[in-house]
């Protein structure tokens, strides 16, 4: 299955939230976030300008979207864009929503990534 991915125009920052704090107000202000929050930690994605310099973060990721929504039965989706950038040894991080998958790539890596993707699938942007 060939698929459409969309380059989306924010560098991000993943960072850790104390699990005992409430969730943080600038967090909202972001064009994309995600909070998980799990038995041992919360994580948090958003825009990179707006975490705190001090916060624990991994900081520099770009996002591709792959375009849907994607049926809940659809098998294999995040493969076939992870499995590529495995075997050219480029590292990733990813989250779903309802609708779609989402692909985070080190900014630095963006071109690369665009470049191997697009001899499989539709890239836009990038």
């Given amino acids: 299955m060939k698929l459409t991915l969309e380059v989306m125009p924010w560098t991000l920052g993943i960072c850790q939230w104390p699990k005992e704090e409430p969730l943080p107000e600038w967090v909202r ?25 001090e916060m624990q973060s991994e900081l520099e990721w770009s996002i591709l979207k792959v375009l849907g929504p994607l049926d809940f039965a659809l098998t294999g989706i995040l493969s076939q864009i992870t499995a590529p ?18 692909v985070m790539v080190k900014s630095s890596t963006l071109d690369e990534v665009c470049g191997i993707l697009r001899e499989i699938h539709d890239v836009i942007g990038g």
């Fill in 29 to 53: 202000r972001s064009e994309f976030w995600s909070i998980t929050h799990t038995h041992d930690e919360v994580s948090i994605v958003c825009e990179e300008r707006l975490i705190p310099k």
């Fill in 85 to 102: 950038l495995a075997e050219a040894e480029i590292s990733i991080f990813s989250l779903s929503t309802y609708d779609t998958d989402y």
